[in-house]
């Protein structure tokens, strides 16, 4: 079949490799050019997807990445697979609108179209459905197939992956989810499917809101755990011992990527539209994890003023700037935020991290730098943010005067754990 996956980040671009892999041919459709420049001379920059094997779905013609709206024409399916930010606290659906406008216009009788970005339920019948009969003068259910199916990709995790993460799949009629589950049966191992979009849009929705609430839970026990002398980390490895009813979640500097700072406040949004009530817990989640960076910034002050020194004029260097690790998605990360509160506080910042090697969105004033024992010698303090394997933890631990570990990943009489 002659597939679309329009948005080649990370989401679309494992998406089509696996798609053109089973035997489909595949357009990647992107509009940034620089990007589909990218993609095209075979360099991935997608942890997910090795170059050599993007290469390899390239070099077989299977798979071609454009920015051509041209280039989309006669397809069978097509996944929508772009942004939807935030924007001042509302869901901003410009990216998928603007793609369901292109997509309309190339729509036939009997293609199918899927939506997997993470938006509020509803969007799938209630927006994209609309947009797709206007562009195509089709409706959705007689002469084309609709549906939902939630992204579930997870950068860096090289245990649960396109392949083997069951896949929830959703249609407007049964029709349409015949045909979602068909096309994502050849994908992966397992798939889900569910009575309706609107449920599988929520169920991508509660998966994030869970993490977010449970992780928000840990960082405000691990202040008040510090407070009160008790070992926060300790605290959860003696409960993570118990075989039923407690699920992990580590303490950190904030949360980032598109996942957790943003996916519950598209659920919240539309519970205060919809019915007119807060959804309180997302609320709360929300002002906890959004403040850790000024936790983190508050705790190294803190380690200077007993040291007898200043953050103005400090020489403070921040070890991950991605938001996970072992990735370079720095999308949201808190190490941004950190970042920003100590130039405004007059520290010298650097940042160093050996997978995110073109800086991020932040203030021009943060240095890019290597952790090299030099670098780390030289900080009056290290703040490890993110804890990539790559980091020489013996040498952080040896060189540096100083440590604050949001990670706890180090132990010494230099070292101070969130």
């Not at 994209?128 to 579930?152: C, I, N, Q, V, W």
Request: proline share 5%; charged share 20%; glycine share 8%.
């Amino acid at each position: 079949m002659q597939v679309v996956v329009a948005g080649q980040g990370y989401v679309g671009l494992p998406l089509a490799v696996r798609a053109a892999e089973v035997g489909h041919r595949v357009v990647g459709y992107d509009v940034d050019p620089h990007r589909v420049q990218q993609i095209t001379a075979g360099q991935s920059y997608v942890e997910d997807v090795a170059s050599a094997r993007l290469r390899a779905v390239l070099d077989s013609g299977a798979y071609s990445v454009t920015a051509e709206a041209t280039a989309l024409a006669r397809y069978d399916i097509a996944v929508i697979t772009v942004p939807t930010p935030l924007r001042d606290g509302v869901p901003d659906l410009t990216y998928v609108e603007s793609c369901a406008q292109t997509l309309g216009e190339h729509l036939r009788p009997g293609a199918t179209v899927v939506l997997e970005s993470t938006t509020y339920p509803g969007t799938t019948e209630e927006l994209l459905a609309p947009l797709l009969e206007k562009g195509s003068g089709l409706t959705a259910g007689r002469d084309f197939h609709l549906g939902y199916s939630p992204e579930r990709i997870d950068p860096g995790n090289t245990v649960w992956r396109l392949e083997n993460t069951p896949k929830i799949v959703s249609g407007i009629d049964e029709e349409s989810l015949r045909a979602v589950d068909g096309f994502y049966r050849r994908l992966v191992e397992h798939t889900v499917p569910v009575s309706s979009c609107k449920e599988a849009e929520l169920t991508k929705l509660l998966e994030n809101t869970f993490r977010h609430v449970n992780i928000a839970l840990v960082n405000e026990l691990a202040m008040f755990a510090r407070e009160l002398g008790i070992d926060i980390w300790g605290a959860i490895d003696a409960a993570a011992t118990k075989p039923f009813g407690f699920l992990r979640f580590n303490p950190g500097p904030g949360v980032g990527g598109h996942c957790l700072p943003i996916d519950p406040s598209f659920l919240s949004w539309r519970v205060e539209r919809a019915l007119g009530q807060s959804f309180r817990f997302v609320e709360l989640a929300n002002d906890v994890n959004n403040h850790m960076p000024d936790y983190v910034v508050r705790r190294l002050m803190e380690a200077f003023n007993a040291r007898r020194k200043t953050v103005s004029g400090s020489r403070v260097l921040l070890l991950g700037l991605a938001y996970k690790p072992n990735t370079s998605d720095a999308r949201e990360s808190p190490s941004t935020r950190v970042a920003e509160l100590l130039l405004g506080l007059g520290a010298e910042v650097r940042g160093a991290d050996p997978h995110v090697l073109d800086g991020i969105h932040a203030d021009a004033r943060l240095i890019q730098a290597e952790a090299t024992v030099q670098e780390i010698a030289a900080a009056d303090a290290v703040v490890l943010l993110t804890d990539h394997a790559k980091f020489d933890y013996e040498a952080i631990l040896k060189h540096a005067p100083y440590v604050l570990d949001c990670r706890n990943r180090l132990s010494g009489a230099n070292v101070d754990v969130l």
